[in-house]
């Protein structure tokens, strides 16, 4: 995955990738879309790919496609609010 692109698009593609596979009846571990979905998280989610790895073997793909796009919408609201509230100065100049 990369930086600068949504990660549930990313992740829609990766899972449109793994039904591919599915419809040319390649053999994969059913938990298969979802390690290799955590394992491609770009480096600035790697906290969060850490905390799903500990449940990985009990997450589906529904479940990591809703926590993905939790997340997201959590780090657009605080992205938002942070520029939001950037410090701003007025400058006054006497003639």
């Given at each position: 995955?990369?930086e600068d692109r949504?990660?549930?698009?990313?992740?829609?593609?990766?899972?449109?990738?793994?039904?591919?596979?599915?419809?040319?009846?390649?053999?994969?571990?059913?938990?298969?879309?979802?390690?290799?979905?955590?394992?491609?998280?770009?480096?600035?989610?790697?906290?969060?790919?850490?905390?799903?790895?500990?449940?990985?073997?009990?997450?589906?793909?529904?479940?990591?496609m809703i926590a993905?796009?939790?997340?997201?919408?959590?780090?657009?609201?605080?992205?938002?609010?942070?520029?939001?509230?950037?410090?701003?100065?007025?400058?006054?100049?006497?003639?």
């Amino acid at each position: 995955m990369v930086e600068d692109r949504s990660a549930t698009e990313q992740t829609h593609e990766i899972i449109n990738l793994q039904h591919a596979l599915a419809d040319a009846e390649m053999k994969r571990p059913e938990k298969f879309p979802v390690m290799s979905i955590v394992d491609k998280f770009p480096k600035s989610w790697e906290t969060f790919g850490m905390a799903l790895k500990h449940h990985k073997g009990r997450l589906s793909l529904d479940d990591l496609m809703i926590a993905i796009s939790i997340e997201e919408e959590h780090r657009n609201q605080t992205h938002k609010i942070s520029v939001e509230h950037q410090p701003r100065a007025n400058l006054i100049v006497e003639k």
